[in-house]
Nanobody
């Protein structure tokens, strides 16, 4: 049984920082990418950042330079360090694992990030 469990969301003022963590339980053989997506009220879910097992990263333009994604393959965890947070970063953040060979996606339950003064 594969599960992705997120933690680290919360309320922060503009300009502040938060770190999200996602832990994978279960085994996912083969190449894959782990990452974060977010969904704000009334909007579609969008990519935030992804990282492969080889540590290649991809960022949305809106977060590049402010967010940093990292991955520990031995611990099966992925972190998202979010700095210089803006009001528009408010959303539910979802951890994702995408398996390349069959395009299967696994999702966490989501964690709320609220940026507000």
């Amino acid at each position: 049984q594969v599960q992705l469990v997120e933690s680290g969301g919360g309320l922060v003022q503009p300009g502040g920082s938060l770190r999200l963590s996602c832990a994978l339980s279960g085994s996912i053989p083969g190449p894959n990418a782990m990452g974060w997506y977010r969904q704000a009220p009334g909007r579609q879910r969008e990519l935030v950042a992804t990282v492969t097992r080889g540590h290649s990263t991809n960022y949305a333009d809106s977060v590049r330079g402010r967010f940093t994604i990292s991955r520990d393959n031995d611990k099966n965890t992925v972190l998202l360090q979010m700095n210089s947070l803006k009001l528009e970063d408010t959303a539910v953040y979802y951890c994702n694992l995408h398996r390349f060979w069959d395009n299967v996606d696994y999702w966490g339950q989501g964690t709320q990030v609220t940026v507000s003064s």
